[in-house]
């Protein structure tokens, strides 16, 4: 007898097996939100009503839902191939991935190591590092840092250098020779700022703090994002990023930005290491590479950085790293049939052309109750709530599940609310999106 069969048979309807990823498991089983379909802008819920999608999904639906092209690409590829190991072996579609993908990153980071979400390409990005330090002789470079109120998924490497306690405090002592950089929100100084904040480039002194403390010969690699957005849409001062640039170089210490919401459009180019004019060593992606429609991850390389892991090693495999799905097939085929689509569509400009509009309509809310800050940035947005007394979160969360009932998506983080619309979006998109948002505000309390 199938004792497991027999004890955990459920009805099919059920809600109680799936353990759902970052939710209150007993408040959503309570009253269950649900999408049934998706188009363009827009999700159908269970219930019935269209919902304005506010946040690409979870950032990462960054040329609409269900596009034609990108369906038809993985349905065909799925007919064709529909699994491939890359260990010693492979298919030529990963190839012409990585091509194209290199093709986007900034001059020189034209090396790219597959993953499958943004948590696999952190940890990647980290492991690189460490591996480039010791293929050049600097072995004792083994200290990774991050940054306060950092964001870098879910692995132990990821929460390790990641800055947010929530993500940290269940799961023990997390990785060794880790340490953070003050966060860069100052929100006495930068509140209500427009695009990159005035202050705040001193901030990027810290990692010299850390030099001095730890020794240079420690340290291997500095990760941030360059818009921090789980936490809550931290947009870098001005200079910021420049500065920390200089103190790596200075120092030996690969750069790395987490780009996992970045790339691809979300601030009108192809990364924030374009937009910002400052390029990293290495950059984790994953998202709008494939708009979502398989999971896919990847990091981008200085080809120094791979050339000297890959001619530094002993004949034989030169990275002891990489996942069953490094470069599937059906992934290949959303990511280079979502290229496609960013260019025929000029998305990455159009994110330019709408970020004035944009950052009117974000800023159109300072004054609404409750808010205390307004941000922006390409085509994000952050909207910070006065948390309630002796009950921090509970606003937004409310403002969440009303618009939702309204017909809008937004995404909230502690007691601010992001935004991150596909980049499809019209202008009559955004009017709903703030016009909504005004209104929810009133009626929360
Ligand atoms: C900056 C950053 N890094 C990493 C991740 C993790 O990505 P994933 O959830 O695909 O593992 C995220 C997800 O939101 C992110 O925003």
């Known amino acids: 007898m199938n004792m497991g069969t027999m004890m955990n048979r459920g009805e099919p309807n059920d809600l109680a097996a799936f353990w759902m990823p970052f939710t209150d498991n007993r408040g959503f089983k309570a009253n269950p939100r649900m999408f049934v379909a998706a188009d363009g802008m827009h999700y159908t819920a269970a219930a019935g009503h269209k919902v304005l999608d506010a946040t690409g999904g979870l950032w990462c639906v960054n040329a609409g839902h269900n596009r034609a092209p990108i369906v038809e690409a993985v349905r065909k590829a799925a007919g064709e191939l529909d699994f491939a190991p890359t260990f010693q072996l492979a298919h030529p579609r990963a190839f012409e991935t990585a091509s194209r993908l290199a093709m986007l990153m900034p001059e020189g980071l034209d090396r790219i190591f597959f993953t499958n979400s943004g948590s696999e390409s952190v940890d990647t990005a980290l492991k690189i590092a460490l591996a480039y330090q010791r293929s050049i002789g600097q072995g004792s470079r083994t200290r990774l840092i991050g940054r306060e109120r950092g964001y870098h998924g879910v692995g132990f490497g990821g929460i390790s250098v990641g800055g947010i306690v929530g993500n940290r405090r269940q799961f023990g002592t997390l ?22 904040p005035a202050h705040g480039a001193d901030l990027a002194e810290d990692l010299e703090r850390l030099v001095a ?37 200075a120092h030996g210490i690969l750069l790395i930005f987490d780009e996992v919401i970045t790339a691809f459009g979300r601030v009108g180019k192809a990364t924030a290491a374009e937009r910002f004019g400052v390029t990293p060593d290495l950059i984790t992606m994953a998202k709008g590479l494939t708009n979502a429609a398989v999971p896919m991850g990847a990091v981008a390389a200085r080809r120094e950085v791979h050339d000297a892991i890959v001619d530094n090693a002993a004949p034989g495999i030169e990275l002891f790293h990489g996942y069953t799905y490094s470069g599937h097939p059906l992934a290949c085929a959303a990511a280079l049939a979502t290229f496609d689509l960013y260019a025929a569509e000029d998305l990455f400009e159009r994110a330019i052309a709408l970020e004035d509009y944009w950052a009117d309509a974000v800023h159109s809310l300072k004054g609404a109750p409750h808010v205390i800050d307004c941000r922006s940035i390409g085509l994000i947005g952050g909207i910070e709530l006065e948390p309630r007394p002796a009950a921090p979160t509970k606003r937004a969360m409310e403002v969440f599940h009303k618009a939702f009932d309204a017909g809008l998506l937004v995404r909230v983080t502690g007691d601010i609310i992001a935004l991150s619309p596909p980049l499809i979006l019209e202008k009559t998109h955004i009017d709903e999106i703030f016009g909504k948002l005004s209104d929810l505000l009133r009626t929360v309390s």
């Open 175 to 196: 990785l060794t020779g880790v340490d953070h950089l003050r966060h860069t929100h100052d929100p006495a100084r930068n509140a209500y700022s427009r695009g990159q």
């Open 213 to 249: 403390l730890h020794g240079a010969e420690t340290i291997a690699a500095v990760i941030v994002e360059p818009v921090a957005g789980s936490t809550g849409v931290l947009v870098p001062p001005q200079g910021y990023l420049q500065r920390l640039r200089q103190i790596c170089d």
